[in-house]
Nanobody
Framework: QVQLVESGGGLVQAGGSLRLSCAAS?????LGWFRQAPGKEREFVSA????????TYADSVKGRFTISRDNAKNTVYLQMNSLKPEDTAVYFC????????????WGQGTQVTVSS
């Protein structure tokens, strides 16, 4: 069982930046970020393959968010720039064991609030 701990959320004005961190207790195939705004379903934000560092992004964050990894620390980061009020949500880190498996491991979430 892999445990994931997020940090770095907070309150920021529109146009500002935040960096989220996700520390994993063990090795996974990939780590990703999802978010859930009040009254909305959880949605995919970004993911990174921990072997080859390939990345994917939701269209809504492309060009603004950057995901990266530090394998030595078993940590993944999400750098969020040019934040918009619609980015306000609880952000969850998630991990999966293989390309064929779903995201089995989830963090507790960290709140990101972007004021206009």
């Amino acid at each position: 069982q892999v445990q994931l701990v997020e940090s770095g959320g907070g309150l920021v004005q529109a146009g500002g930046s935040l960096r989220l961190s996700c520390a994993a207790s063990g090795r996974t195939f990939s780590l990703g970020w999802f978010r859930q705004a009040p009254g909305k379903e959880r949605e995919f934000v970004s993911a990174i393959n921990l072997n080859d560092a390939s990345t994917t992004y939701a269209d809504s964050v492309k060009g603004r968010f950057t995901i990266s990894r530090d394998n030595a620390k078993n940590t993944v980061y999400l750098q969020m720039n040019s934040l918009k009020p619609e980015d306000t949500a609880v952000y969850f880190c998630a991990g999966r064991s293989s390309i064929l498996s779903g995201y089995r491991y989830w963090g507790q979430g960290t709140q990101v609030t972007v004021s206009s």
